[in-house]
Each structure stands twice: as structure tokens, then as C-alpha cells.
């Protein structure tokens, strides 16, 4: 069993729409949480960090929830633009500070 | 003015041949790695140097040698290609968790 697992889709979702990505990690000694998104043929870049009271950028919302070591990506307003893979990242401290990618959910925005 | 950067972008070579990637940050971070993405688009840890010293060596064949000749510069050589070698190799760096990822270096080994 992988780490971090993720649907890795695609989701194709028509633009305006709303889209919920989710994530299930199995160490619970990771510390922190991350979105990351990775267009086709491009290096992964931070999306948003992820925190147990939620957090919000815009048109993006992650959430945690370490009882269930789960974590969430909801995406309001889907633009065309908005079509990537979005990489669930944990870190982790022990034995070695690193972290762990999931395998990415692939995004499709049709117009 | 790129934050990490890797040379070459694209590297096509015969099985057997030895061969180097190249990285440079100018973030000013202690951190850097080498990460190996394959044809599932799965991002695996590979190395990690913090100041010039490696703390993170995954189980990754001995003919892969990482070598930092300072903090701000992270090379990765690879002796006696493979086939399976064959990927694309991001290198990051990092200060206080959020890693930066160079646009990586498209291995081919025919």
C-alpha cells in the first residue's frame, strides 16, 4: 500500500464547475500537508500548504483531518486553466525529514 | 533570474554510457535533492544533501552517485545506464519545508 494514495482520475469537469479531490495518508507521524500541482511536462509547484482549521486561497480550499489522515482539495469555479495534476504531499520528520508524493489526480476543464 | 535550475533539459543516450546531470539553486537554501519521476508519473525521493552533507540516500542503485561541491549546486552522476533508467529527474531545494523543483531532465536510455 502506497504512502500517500490518490485517485488518479482524470476528472473532467466542464469550466464553472466545482471539483473535490481527496487523499488518504497512512503515517500518522506526518507533519505537514501540502497541495501541489504539476502541469504536463513541467516541474511540480506548491499549490497551498494544508492545515487542520482549513485554509483558503481564492477558488481553492484544502482541509485536513488527521483523525481519519485524510485531506481534501475542493476547487470552486473550474477554469480552463485549472487543468493539471494536483500531487497530495505529506511530510514526514522520522526517520529522515522528506516528503511523500501521492501519484497525482489528473484534472481535465472543458470548455 | 530562475530559482533552480538543471542542465541538460533533455538527455538521450546508449545503455552502458555514463552520463551527469547538472543543478543550481539561487534561493540560498541548505537543502537539495534529486527526485526521479517515471512513466506513471510517480515523484520518488532519490537524495537529499543538506549543507554539502547527504542525509537522505533512498534505495537507489549505486550507480547513481549525487555529489555537492557546494550548497547551492547538487549533480547527479549516473554510471552504466539501463534501460529502466529512463525518466525524468527533478532536482529541488528547500528551507523550512516548501520545496522549489528545477523544470527536470528528460532521460531517455535506448
Known amino acids: 500500500r502506497k504512502e500517500v494514495e490518490q485517485d488518479p482520475g482524470p476528472f473532467n469537469v466542464p469550466e464553472g464547475a466545482t471539483v473535490a479531490f481527496n487523499c488518504t495518508y497512512s503515517?500518522?507521524?506526518?507533519?505537514?500537508f501540502f497541495w501541489y500541482r504539476q502541469d504536463c511536462r513541467k516541474e511540480p509547484k506548491l499549490l497551498m500548504s494544508?492545515?487542520?482549521s482549513g485554509n483558503e486561497d481564492g477558488r481553492f480550499t484544502a482541509q485536513l483531518n488527521r483523525a481519519s489522515q485524510y485531506i481534501s482539495l475542493l476547487i470552486r469555479d473550474s477554469k480552463l486553466s485549472d487543468s493539471a495534476t494536483y500531487l497530495c504531499?505529506?511530510?514526514?520528520?522520522?526517520?529522515?525529514?522528506?516528503?511523500?508524493f501521492g501519484t497525482g489526480t489528473r484534472l481535465q476543464v472543458f470548455p | 533570474d530562475t530559482a533552480v535550475s538543471q542542465t541538460p533539459k533533455y538527455l538521450v543516450t546508449q545503455m552502458g554510457n555514463d552520463k551527469s546531470i547538472k543543478c543550481e539553486q539561487n534561493?540560498?537554501?541548505?537543502?537539495m535533492y534529486w527526485y526521479k519521476q517515471d512513466s506513471k508519473k510517480f515523484l520518488k525521493i532519490m537524495f537529499s544533501?543538506?549543507?554539502?552533507?547527504?542525509?537522505i540516500n533512498e534505495t537507489v542503485p549505486n550507480r547513481f552517485s549525487p555529489k555537492s561541491p557546494d550548497k547551492a549546486h547538487l549533480n547527479l552522476h549516473i554510471n552504466s545506464l539501463e534501460l529502466g533508467d529512463s525518466a525524468v529527474y527533478f532536482c529541488?531545494?528547500?528551507?523550512?519545508?516548501?520545496?522549489?523543483f528545477g523544470p527536470g531532465t528528460r532521460l531517455t536510455v535506448l
Open positions: 529541488a531545494s528547500s528551507q523550512g519545508g516548501v520545496q522549489f
Open positions: 503515517n500518522s507521524a506526518s507533519q505537514s
Open positions: 494544508v492545515y487542520s
Open positions: 504531499v505529506v511530510k514526514r520528520i522520522s526517520p529522515t525529514d522528506k516528503l511523500i
Open positions: 534561493l540560498g537554501h541548505d537543502t
Open positions: 544533501y543538506n549543507n554539502k552533507e547527504l542525509i
